[in-house]
């Protein structure tokens, strides 16, 4: 990423004279709009005349998960990423509803706001979720699927480290010490630089670090009224969230790549095949040394095997 130090030596300009800079991602656009009354932060890739990609990453993340392969396709598609209600600089949804229906109704006024009247949706753990919600109310507006590591049957152990590391953090003191946590975390990524943390944290007036999202906030807030009087069900819960979506999956319309992470813990092998069984129109493969995050911890094999399966769907 540019920084101000760099663009200093660009034209002989002052860095006093220039503009905050922007994190705009490879090759591609950065922007904001205003979406039934909530701003909505996206990248995007390509031009409007090319077929439209529809990326939707998973909880706890931001659009910015998609950079190398919303880069690689945008030679030849309109990739568009949003950050999902809640998560990244978009408003959250009215009462932080963050069901599987109300983020799948969130992503219909944007399609229509891009003109993406029917796309290719990749989804991204929740993401995916979202994708498998909106072609079951919407079969319109999706024309394939791309499921990255999300199945109807998750694995309880993975789904509860997630949980824990996005609640365990109310903030950080610094980007550093972010990174390190985050690193802990996923100990087989590669070095975490805390530069690059500024896409997922945001800086209180206090000078310490959030997430940018809402979950670990809402999940702490469930967990210490739990023992007094929470009548909800715990938001945290994969199987509340996913209710029903074993119908909507075998339903679907539109043919289907499912990814797994060869060593994920979230979906395993016999969920990944079970999915990919239940849907009609599905195939299944593999993003090797890669884990639930599989689009980053892999993005060569992800770009690979997503741009193969729009080829033969020939979009």
């Given amino acids: 990423m540019t920084t101000m130090s760099d663009l200093g030596t660009i034209g002989g300009f002052d860095p006093d004279d220039l503009a905050p800079r922007h994190d705009v991602p490879s090759g591609g656009r950065s922007g904001f709009l205003v979406v039934e009354g909530r701003q909505v932060h996206y990248l995007e890739w390509g031009h409007a005349n090319q077929p439209p990609v529809l990326c939707l990453h998973g909880g706890g993340q931001t659009a910015y998960m998609f950079e190398e392969l919303g880069s690689a396709l945008g030679r030849d598609h309109h990739v568009l990423a949003p950050d999902l209600p809640g998560h990244g600089d978009s408003d959250p949804m009215p009462s932080f509803d963050m069901t599987r ?3 799948a109704l969130a992503v219909e006024p944007l399609c229509e706001a891009f003109g993406f009247d029917r796309s290719v949706i990749i989804g991204a753990s929740l993401g995916g979720i979202t994708a498998i919600t909106l072609a079951a109310a919407r079969p319109d507006l999706v024309g394939g699927i791309v499921l990255i590591d999300i199945g109807t049957r998750l694995e309880d152990e993975g789904v509860r480290k997630i949980v824990e590391f996005l609640r365990a953090h109310e903030s950080f003191a610094s980007l550093a010490e972010a990174a390190t946590e985050i690193a802990r975390y996923l100990p087989h990524r590669q070095q975490v630089r805390p530069e690059s943390l500024t896409r997922n944290l945001r800086q209180r007036p ?3 670090w959030v997430w940018k999202h809402s979950l670990g906030r809402r999940w702490r807030a469930y967990q210490a009224a739990a023992t007094t009087t929470a009548t909800d069900p715990d938001p945290s819960d994969w199987r509340t969230m996913m209710a029903g979506m074993e119908q909507e999956a075998a339903a679907l319309a539109c043919p289907v ?4 992470g ?3 813990d979230v979906l395993s092998d016999e969920g990944a095949v079970e999915v990919a069984s239940l849907i009609p129109d599905a195939r299944l493969e593999t993003v090797h040394n890669a884990g639930h995050l599989a689009a980053g911890d892999n993005p060569g094999s992800t770009i690979n095997l997503v ?8 979009w």
């Fill in 206 to 208: 206090d000078g310490r």
């Fill in 101 to 103: 229906q109300a983020l």
């Fill in 262 to 264: 060869a060593f994920s």
């Fill in 257 to 260: 790549l499912v990814l797994r």
């Fill in 307 to 314: 741009s193969r399966f729009l080829a033969d769907i020939q």
